[in-house]
């Protein structure tokens, strides 16, 4: 049965596969499978046992891509895509990770150089070879070897962003939760503890019939390589060489087992010496006492046992969480139910927002917000951006929009685009028109740590600046991060008590949970933002909080955890 991950998944990589193919991006046919996958995310039913008459009225999908999607509900594939990925196989599809090489560049590369996969490339480039072929030159084949480095997309080196990993991994483990013999299917790993990027996916679950799990598991559509298949654990390759690993444990095992595959390796081991202080043995089967089992069920039993609070999985990396555990408690963390607004926020208003005011504004109340910061592109955005006049006529919407939702309190508010120099949109006077601003940097991205680090400490210092948006403008696995002098930027937000965003958005989590512990370690505010642009974005809060607690942020500094009046007067403090 093909469900909405699968059903994206598979359109996401048509699209892909078809822009190679076509040689371009932009191909009508690569626009039409991304407005189908907006549509299919977008739309609120089941995806499985619909009708083509039914899917045909989902925004975006056509008839050709509705029979795409009968096609792999019947057959678990579709022929199209088993062509192209004959034509395309993994290692050359992997170059599209480069930043600077689009598929136009790759298709010359390929028919011109026979380039098939990282290694050829690297040749090409240290042979010189690509500077000589049309459109390309000097200056990019450096930046393409440039690139390569920076990304690390070595062999072992290589990992996953979590926004890749993470929907495959809950794809799978909800398909082997639904087995009958299956008692749970947990996450493991460092997706468990919301690393930004994973090695692999690790799975536990807990059975009674490892046997059947395991030749479950290998009938799994994504698997293209079985690495192995032994009693407790079945590993396979997925197309594009992600590893999956999946352990089954027994039931009344699968506390310690959780404990064990979860992690880090630094946790695991700082656990097992606690364990062996107080005369006692740890593994993933339990924690021993002699022949004793003294704990295994839940994880909580094990902690318990050893005398520890329950830690939770993004602490858990050997960086100080046992000693606190075990000592003067760990810090009261940020929680979902602790957020009580969204402070970057766009409606289609921005030229790349797709909800309307009302539909974002329901979206909030619906998640029980108290308050948002409506933050569309301010004027300097080219394609995304707002004039004045608009974001005056903009102001009177929202402000209309107050009196007939007054149980919400709507902020007008804008994201400033940082020039180069750290200049912002519109003049001083106007920016303080709005109630809230954001500033983030969407361009430049390749000045040096200095020049970087002026501009936006320039930008932080305007009065109507009150959040530094996605700090390094990262794309994890995609696109490095700006270089900057981090230290010098956390005293300037210090001084200014202008908050750090963290991004919710998975594949910016943005700024890093380093920074973020960092931020911790000074007098410095936090918040923790969707950037959606579109109502199904909302659920990013559950993954900018998640990846905080990986940075020890507590509620207290989150300054959309507090009452509206607080969170009115901060906002306002700098602005009159
Ligand atoms: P990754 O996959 O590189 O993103 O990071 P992890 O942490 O998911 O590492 P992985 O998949 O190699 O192993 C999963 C967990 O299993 C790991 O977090 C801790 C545990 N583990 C693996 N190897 C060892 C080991 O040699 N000693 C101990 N104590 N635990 C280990
Ligand atoms: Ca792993
Ligand atoms: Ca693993
Ligand atoms: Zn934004």
Redesign the pocket.
């Known amino acids: 049965m093909a469900g909405r991950t699968e059903v994206v998944r598979m359109l996401a990589e048509l699209a892909k596969l078809t822009a190679l193919d076509e040689g371009s991006p932009q191909a009508f046919r690569v626009r039409a499978y991304e407005k189908a996958i907006h549509g299919v995310e977008a739309h609120p039913g089941e995806m499985s046992g619909l009708s083509k008459a039914e899917l045909i009225t989902i925004a975006g999908v056509g008839g050709a891509t509705a029979d795409k999607i009968l096609e792999l509900e019947a057959t678990g594939q579709v022929a199209k895509l088993e062509a192209l990925r004959e034509k395309y196989p993994p290692p050359f599809v992997e170059l599209t990770k480069i930043p600077g090489l689009g598929p136009k560049t790759l298709k010359l590369i390929r028919a011109e150089l026979g380039v098939e996969d990282l290694e050829a490339l690297e040749d090409a480039i240290a042979g010189e070879q690509l500077r000589e072929l049309p459109g390309l030159g000097k200056t990019t084949e450096e930046k393409i070897g440039r690139a390569i480095e920076r990304l690390g997309l070595h062999g072992k080196d290589r990992?996953t962003p979590l926004v890749e990993a993470l929907p495959l991994a809950r794809s799978l483990a909800s398909r082997l939760e639904e087995k009958s013999d299956v008692d749970e299917a947990v996450i493991?790993?460092?997706?468990r503890?919301f690393?930004e990027?994973?090695?692999?996916i690790?799975i536990v679950v807990a059975t009674r019939e490892p046997r059947a799990v395991s030749e479950f598991v290998l009938a799994f559509s994504e698997v293209a390589e079985v690495i192995g298949s032994g009693e407790t654990k079945t590993s396979f390759l997925t197309r594009e060489g992600m590893q999956v690993?999946v352990r089954t444990v027994s039931p009344e095992q699968l506390g310690s087992a959780m404990l064990?595959?979860?992690?880090?390796?630094a946790?695991?081991?700082a656990l097992?010496q606690r364990a062996i202080d107080r005369g006692m043995l740890l593994s993933e089967y339990g924690l021993f006492e002699g022949d004793r089992v003294v704990a295994s069920v839940t994880e909580t039993d094990v902690y318990d046992a050893l005398e520890l609070e329950y830690i939770p999985p993004p602490l858990r990396e050997g960086t100080g969480e046992i000693e606190a555990a075990g000592g003067d408690g760990l810090p009261r963390l940020v929680a979902r139910e602790d957020i009580k607004g969204d402070l970057h926020y766009h409606s289609d208003r921005s030229g790349d927002g797709r909800s309307s005011l009302e539909d974002m504004i329901e979206a909030a109340l619906a998640h029980g917000y108290q308050y948002v910061a409506f933050t569309d592109h301010g004027e300097d955005l080219s394609i995304n951006g707002s004039s004045r006049e608009e974001m005056l006529a903009h102001r009177d919407a929202i402000r209309s929009l107050q009196e007939t939702y007054p149980e919400i309190t709507l902020l007008f508010g804008c994201e400033l685009n940082i020039g180069p120099d750290g200049g912002l949109d519109y003049d001083p006077e106007f920016r303080l028109e709005f109630d809230y601003c954001v500033a983030s940097i969407h361009s430049y991205f390749d000045l040096p740590s200095d020049q970087q680090t002026i501009r936006l400490l320039t930008a932080l210092h305007d009065p109507s600046v009150n959040a530094i948006g996605h700090l390094s403008g990262r794309y994890v696995g995609r696109r490095p991060g700006v270089e900057l002098d981090i230290e010098a930027i956390l005293e300037g937000l210090e001084v200014t008590g202008v908050a750090l965003e963290i991004n919710g958005a998975l594949d910016r989590l943005d700024a890093s949970a380093e920074v973020a512990r960092q931020a911790m370690a000074r007098d410095i505010n936090l918040v923790i933002d969707t950037d959606s642009h579109h109502t199904k974005d909302l659920v990013r809060m559950n993954y900018g909080v998640e990846y905080a607690r990986r940075g020890w942020v507590t509620s207290d500094r989150v300054v959309n955890t507090w009452g509206v009046d607080r969170l009115l007067s901060w906002a306002a403090r700098r602005r009159s």
């Open positions: 990992r493991c790993g460092s997706i503890r690393s990027a994973v090695g692999d690790d690993d064990y595959f979860t992690g880090s390796k946790h695991n081991i097992r």
